[in-house]
């Protein structure tokens, strides 16, 4: 469980548990996925080009690996590095243009995903436990409100801040100023590309990384008492590229403190090679890795893999 100086940001009561729920339509999330999708199919294909789909993976791979991998998941909520504050706000703004939420609300959505899947049981919404496509429609565009919460209590270093504060209330409205910037540039193309389509597919592969990763792939731990399990989807070494390592999530459910992802022969990193690479330049530092984190007795490795030392040197 993720926790600032022994405390858990997830505190539950005596009542508090992860199976007693509904799921209900978000109309705010509905609507957010909805019209960026809505954008992406009806006027992505006509607004095709060379320049469009440039700014497109250019600006997926900056917000998807600065911004998700190294500042709201690695940084934000496992603090797996450490950083100057103004990189770190730079890399979170990065994350919030992912258009998924606001950076208190991915510490809250990620810790309440967490510490229902260490639980012996959950409901099928934090285990992805549905069909492909129910699944689909509760993670895009529902909520799940649990009959019994538990508490969450951010540290205060996340809690009180004004700029989190203030990016918390206004994230979706974020996009406006680099949509801006891509009108004046390259004009509406630009803008459908770089913002809606980017946001329809991310927030689309951050959910079919999530379904897969908690149902099938490879594994080389298991948590023992977890209802969940974490699996690596890697095809090949590609969805590695692609996830900028997230999808080496059975490694992530055993080392979920680890700054390197991607801990086996094959499983391609980026988000730890742009770490290695900012370490080299004084920007990052104290990266920790599986050797540097305390011991789970809960986790048993099926078979061998790297040792840290190995993986600090490649």
Not at 2 to 13: A, D, K, L
Not at 71 to 80: E, T
Not at 97 to 116: E, K, Q, S, Y
Request: hydrophobic share 40%; glycine share 12%.
């Amino acid at each position: 469980m993720n926790t600032h100086n022994g405390v858990p940001r997830i505190q539950s009561s005596h009542g508090s548990n992860t199976v007693d729920g509904v799921v209900r339509w978000d109309p705010a999330k509905s609507a957010w996925f909805s019209g960026m999708a809505l954008v992406a199919i009806l006027w992505g294909p006509i607004t095709l080009q060379w320049d469009s789909f440039a700014i497109f993976l250019i600006s997926s791979g900056m917000t998807l690996c600065l911004g998700h991998s190294l500042g709201m998941h690695r940084r934000l909520i496992h603090g797996s590095y450490a950083c100057h504050p103004g990189l770190e706000y730079f890399l979170v703004y990065c994350g919030v243009l992912v258009g998924m939420a606001g950076p208190i609300g991915m510490v809250r959505t990620h810790d309440m995903r967490d510490w229902a899947q260490r639980q012996p049981r959950c409901h099928a919404y934090f285990s992805h436990g549905q069909d492909f496509w129910r699944d689909a429609w509760w993670q895009l565009h529902c909520e799940l409100q649990l009959t019994h919460s538990p508490q969450f209590a951010p540290e205060a270093r996340i809690a009180n801040d004004r700029f989190y504060a203030w990016l918390e209330r206004t994230w979706r409205w974020q996009q406006l100023p680099l949509a801006l910037g891509l009108w004046l540039a390259g004009g509406w193309a630009w803008v459908v590309w770089g913002v809606c389509v980017r946001v329809c597919v991310s927030l689309t592969g951050h959910w079919l990384v999530g379904h897969f990763a908690h149902r099938q792939g490879h594994q080389t731990y298991v948590v023992d008492g977890a209802g969940v399990q974490g699996h690596n989807v890697g095809l090949g070494g590609l969805n590695g590229l692609l996830t900028m390592g997230e999808c080496w999530h059975n490694n992530h459910h055993a080392f979920p403190g680890s700054a390197c992802l991607g801990l086996e022969p094959g499983q391609p990193d980026p988000g730890w090679w742009v770490l290695r690479c900012l370490q080299r330049i004084g920007c990052v530092w104290d990266l920790r890795l599986p050797a540097d984190l305390p011991n789970r007795p809960q986790v048993r490795r099926l078979q061998d893999t790297l040792s840290a030392k190995a993986i600090y040197e490649r």
